[in-house]
């Protein structure tokens, strides 16, 4: 038995990629205008305007608690002295 899995990405998505992966490295707007073109980079920085953020969402609950009140001048208790 043989399984194969390929992820497919379309054009669009693989360019957004190459993009990400440029400006990961730093790569200057002259030079990523030269790799993508002058109607090519426009139309990429729109589509990722467009495309939502990967954020990780955390689902908390907040639970208060009573402030614990700390004196000025440490006493005998604190400092063992008893």
Do not use: C, W, Y
Request: charged letters at 35%; aromatic letters at 2%; zero cysteines.
């Amino acid at each position: 038995m043989s399984v194969t899995h390929r992820v497919t990405l379309s054009a669009d998505e693989e360019m957004l990629e190459e993009l990400k992966a440029l400006r990961n490295l730093g790569t200057s707007r002259e030079k990523t205008l030269e790799i993508f073109g002058g109607n090519m980079l426009p139309r990429l920085e729109q589509l990722e305007a467009r495309k939502p953020l990967s954020a990780k969402v955390i689902d908390a609950e907040i639970i208060d608690s009573p402030a614990e009140t700390i004196p000025d001048e440490p006493d005998a208790e604190m400092l063992g002295d008893e």
